[in-house]
C-alpha cells in the first residue's frame, strides 16, 4: 500500500513537471527545465554539505564567467558562486541555530588573521569610494573563506578528504589543459594565441599558469604517495606530464619564477634550516635591493629583450622593463597602486575599486601600448600592492602578516607531524601555496574563484592536519559535521 502511494506521488509530480516544462518552453522560459538540479543541490546543502563543497570543487575549473561569455554584466562565476553563496547563507543559518563547527579551528592562529583580515576589510567597505563595490567583494570573499576554508577544515577532520580534494579539482584541470594544447596546436603554439587559448575556462594565461604551479608540487607529491595503486599512480604521472606541458606550453613568466622559488624553499625545509633564518635572509636581500633600486634599475633596461615564442628568450625577457609592454603595464599598475596609497594611507579607496579608481593616477611616462582607462582593465596585479591601494597600510600589513605566519607554521608543522605520508602532504600543500605567495607579487586572482578555492583549500589542510593529524595518524575520524 504504502509502495503503491510512493509510485503515485512520483507519477503525479513526474506528470507536473511535464506540464510546467512544456509551459515554460511554449513561453521560452528554459530555466525551469533546471528546476530538478536546483532542488537536488538544495537538498545537499542540508543534508550532504561535504558532498556540495567537493561538487563545488570540482566544478572549479570548468566554471564560466558570465560576464567574460557576455551574458549580463556582472563578473559571476558559474556554477561554483551561486553554489557558495548558498552555502554561505546555510552556514549562517546553522550558526544562528546553534551549530558549529570544531573550536580549536575557530580558534586557530591562522583562522584569528583571517578574522583581522575581514574585519578590517568591513571596515574600509564603509569608507569606500565604490560603497556597492566594496559590499560585493566583501560578500565574495566571504564566500569563499567561509565554506573552503572554515568547513573545509573540518571536512578534513577525515585524512582521505585531503586526497578527495585534490583529485576532484586535478581531474577537471588536466580536462582543460588538454583542451588549451589541443586548441594551441592550431596556431602552432604561437605565443600571441597561448595569452587566449585557455577560455571559456580562465580569462587569460596567467591565471591559468597560476593555478597549474599551485597545483604542480601537489600533484608531483601524489605521484610519490606510497598507497596508490597502480593504475591511479599511472593516471597521476600521466597528468604530471600533461601538467608540465601546460606550465611550459602557457608563457606564464611568473609561474615559472614562482616554481622555481618554490623548489628552493623545498630544499631549504628539507635541509632543516630554520625559517627565522630565511627571514632575516630575506629581509637582508630586500633591504639591499631597495638602498640599490638605482642601480638595479639601470641594470635592468639593458635589457631589451621582449617576449618570445622561444622560451629561452621568453625567460629572458622576465626581467625586460623597457621594452616589454607586458612589465611596463605592471609597473604602471603598481606606481598607480603607490600614488593612490599615498593619498590615503590608512583605509583607502575600498575593497575592489582600485580598477574603478586608477586611471587619473597614470602618468604620461608610464603608459604603454596596453594601458587603458576603463574598468575593464584589471587591478593592481599585485596581492601586497592592491590592498595597500584599497585598504591602507592596515589591509597590507594583514595581509603580509598571513604570508609570513602560513609560511613559518608550514615549516614548523612540517618539523612535527609524524608519518612520511603526511609531511608528503605538507610539503606538497605548502609548496602550491607557496607559489602563489610568489605569483601574488606580480598578479592578484583571488577575487576567482579558480585560484581562491585551492589558496584557502590548502590553507585550511594545513590547519586540518596541525588540528587532527600531526601525530601522523591517517585513520578516519568520525564524520565531519555537515
Not at 26 to 47: D, G, H, K, S, T
Not at 420 to 440: A, C, E, P, Q
Request: hydrophobic content about 50%; proline content about 4%; some cysteine.
Amino acid at each position: 500500500m504504502e509502495l503503491t502511494q510512493k509510485i503515485r506521488w512520483t507519477f503525479g509530480l513526474g506528470c507536473l513537471f511535464i506540464l510546467l516544462n512544456a509551459i515554460a518552453i511554449y513561453f521560452e522560459q528554459y530555466y525551469v527545465m533546471a528546476l530538478p538540479l536546483a532542488l537536488l543541490v538544495l537538498w545537499a546543502a542540508f543534508f550532504q554539505l561535504e558532498k556540495l563543497i567537493l561538487f563545488i570543487v570540482f566544478c572549479t575549473p570548468l566554471s564560466l564567467n558570465l560576464e567574460q561569455l557576455e551574458i549580463g554584466d556582472i563578473g559571476f562565476y558559474l556554477p561554483t558562486e551561486p553554489l557558495l553563496f548558498g552555502v554561505l547563507f546555510l552556514f549562517l543559518f546553522k550558526l544562528l541555530s546553534g551549530e558549529s563547527i570544531d573550536r580549536r579551528i575557530w580558534a586557530h592562529p591562522i583562522s584569528y588573521i583571517i578574522y583581522a583580515y575581514i574585519g578590517w576589510m568591513m571596515i574600509t567597505t564603509i569608507s569606500s569610494e565604490h560603497i556597492v563595490v566594496s559590499i560585493k567583494f566583501l560578500i565574495a570573499k566571504l564566500w569563499f573563506i567561509v565554506p573552503i576554508f572554515f568547513i573545509g577544515a573540518q571536512i578534513f577532520k577525515r585524512y582521505s578528504q585531503i586526497k578527495v580534494f585534490y583529485l576532484l579539482y586535478i581531474f577537471p584541470l588536466l580536462g582543460v589543459i588538454v583542451y588549451t594544447i589541443v586548441r594551441h596546436s592550431t596556431y602552432g603554439f604561437d605565443k600571441d594565441a597561448g595569452h587566449w587559448v585557455m577560455e571559456p575556462f580562465y580569462k587569460d594565461h596567467t591565471s591559468y599558469g597560476a593555478v597549474l604551479a599551485m597545483f604542480y608540487p601537489v600533484l608531483v607529491g601524489l605521484v610519490i604517495k606510497k598507497n596508490n595503486s597502480p593504475l591511479m599512480r599511472a593516471l597521476l604521472i600521466l597528468g604530471l606530464v600533461i601538467l608540465t606541458a601546460g606550465i611550459i606550453l602557457s608563457y606564464t613568466r611568473a609561474a615559472w619564477v614562482s616554481l622555481l622559488a618554490a623548489i628552493v624553499v623545498m630544499v631549504c625545509m628539507l635541509l632543516k634550516i630554520k625559517f627565522r633564518t630565511l627571514f632575516i635572509s630575506f629581509i637582508a636581500v630586500v633591504a639591499f635591493a631597495w638602498s640599490a633600486q638605482e642601480q638595479i634599475v639601470i641594470m635592468l633596461e639593458k635589457n631589451t629583450q621582449d617576449s618570445s615564442d622561444n622560451l629561452a628568450e621568453h625567460v629572458e625577457s622576465i626581467s625586460n622593463v623597457s621594452s616589454d609592454a607586458s612589465n611596463l603595464e605592471r609597473l604602471n599598475r603598481w606606481n598607480c597602486a603607490m600614488e593612490m596609497f599615498y593619498e590615503r594611507p590608512i583605509v583607502g579607496w575600498g575593497p575592489g575599486s582600485y580598477q574603478f579608481v586608477y586611471a587619473p593616477f597614470q602618468r604620461s611616462q608610464d603608459l604603454t601600448i596596453i594601458s587603458t582607462n576603463n574598468a575593464d582593465g584589471g587591478n593592481a596585479h599585485s596581492e601586497y600592492l592592491g590592498p595597500l591601494a584599497e585598504q591602507g597600510v592596515p589591509g597590507m600589513l594583514i595581509v603580509v602578516v598571513l604570508v609570513m605566519y602560513a609560511c613559518y607554521f608550514s615549516f614548523q608543522l612540517f618539523q612535527k607531524v609524524k608519518g612520511l605520508d603526511t609531511r608528503i602532504v605538507v610539503m606538497s600543500t605548502f609548496m602550491g601555496l607557496f607559489t602563489y605567495f610568489v605569483h601574488g607579487v606580480m598578479n592578484n586572482y583571488l577575487d576567482t574563484d579558480k585560484a581562491s578555492i585551492p589558496f584557502w583549500g590548502f590553507l585550511a589542510i594545513l590547519v586540518a592536519i596541525d588540528i587532527y593529524h600531526k601525530d601522523g595518524n591517517t585513520s578516519e575520524l568520525e564524520e565531519p559535521a555537515s
